[in-house]
């Protein structure tokens, strides 16, 4: 249980472009879902927090214009970088909690977004 | 001072071995105790959780709260090759609910 997963795994743009990326928990219903970034070698930085039905709690430092949240459902929720740039290549990862599942999150596979 | 401090290792230790991964903080508001297990390039997956302080056992993990000291451990008997991976600890005043605070992770390597 508590399948949580990404779409794309990997994804190649343009600077300039947009990019969405999919977060779907599979087989349980999430009221919260968490984005964050990770670079190499170090930990993972929460971007924001998703509420269903809500506006998405955005983490200091972090643009809420550049990384558009939406989520729709309990199960889905979609990260949107726009106007990616290089300095967006990362990786990105979705989280989701599962309230009858116990206190943790659990996290999708993660999306390697690389800007040329 | 980060709130959360892990040491990012890398950590190599023979098949077989018990191996002690450990975490300190500094917040007092922190309720509930995390460690994931991250493979390269994928996301951490959940390992196990604990509430205030305490022992919990699952298989041949062991997670150890000490409240007092601020103090967090991890312990693998028998490791495998295959528990090579990026440990993360991870700690929230309000469980997964809320903002969960990570520690930067250790990187363990099984030797055969």
């Known amino acids: 249980g508590a399948v949580v997963s990404q779409h794309p795994s990997r994804v190649i743009c343009k600077s300039g472009t947009s990019v969405k990326i999919e977060c779907r928990s599979l087989?349980?219903?999430?009221?919260?879902m968490f984005w964050y970034r990770q670079f190499p070698k170090q930990s993972l930085m929460l971007m924001a927090t998703s509420n269903e039905g809500s506006k998405a709690t955005y983490e200091q430092g972090v643009e809420k214009d550049k990384f558009l949240i939406n989520h729709a459902s309990l199960t889905l929720s979609t990260l949107t970088v726009t106007s990616a740039h290089p300095e967006d290549s990362s990786f990105y990862i979705c989280s989701a909690t599962d309230l009858a599942g116990g206190p943790g999150q659990y996290f999708g596979p993660g999306t390697r977004l690389t800007v040329t | 001072q980060k709130e959360v401090e892990q040491d990012p290792g890398p950590l190599s230790v023979p098949e077989g071995a018990i191996v002690s991964l450990n975490c300190t903080y500094s917040n007092s508001a922190f309720q509930y105790f995390m460690w994931y297990r991250q493979y390269s390039r994928k996301g951490p997956e959940l390992l196990m959780y604990?509430?205030?302080?305490g022992n919990k056992e699952d298989g041949r993990f062991t997670a150890q709260v000490d409240k007092s000291s601020k103090y967090i451990s991890l312990f693998i008997r028998d490791s495998q090759p295959s528990d090579s991976a990026t440990y993360l600890c991870?700690?929230?005043?309000?469980?997964?609910?809320?903002?969960?605070?990570f520690g930067t992770g250790t990187k363990l390597q099984v030797i055969p």
């Open positions: 991870a700690m929230s005043a309000a469980g997964g609910y809320q903002k969960v605070t």
């Open positions: 087989d349980f219903q999430a009221t919260t």
């Open positions: 604990t509430y205030s302080s």
